[in-house]
């Protein structure tokens, strides 16, 4: 059975950071292309950095130069660095591996606030 587990959420006042991370069990992350997505209430889920197999990465426009993903496939882990956070950037932010139709975890809440 496939798990993915994120951690690292929490509440952080405008300009902090946060590492978020996710690990996978019962799936070996380094088969597939890793991603981490965020959502708000009422609003679609959207990507916010997508990284290869070979370690390519994507950003979302609004996050470039602040977010850095980063994959261990040896620890089946995938990370998202956040810096410079944004009331903006809050949201449920989920790691997926395969794609929108493939793993997910449960989420983890992210809120920027002072």
């Known amino acids: 059975q496939v798990q993915l587990v994120e951690s690292g959420g929490g509440l952080v006042q405008p300009g902090g950071s946060l590492r978020l991370s996710c690990v996978g069990s019962g799936i070996e992350f380094r088969l597939y292309g890793l991603a981490w997505y965020r959502q708000t209430p009422g609003k679609q889920r959207v990507v916010v950095a997508e990284?290869?197999?070979?370690?390519?990465?994507d950003y979302r426009n609004s996050v470039k130069g602040r977010f850095t993903i980063s994959r261990d496939d040896l620890k089946n882990t995938v990370s998202l660095e956040m810096n410079d956070l944004k009331p903006e950037d809050t949201a449920v932010y989920y790691c997926n591996a395969g794609g929108f139709g493939a793993y997910w975890g449960q989420g983890t809440q992210v809120t920027v606030s002072s």
């Open positions: 990284i290869t197999r070979f370690g390519d990465t």
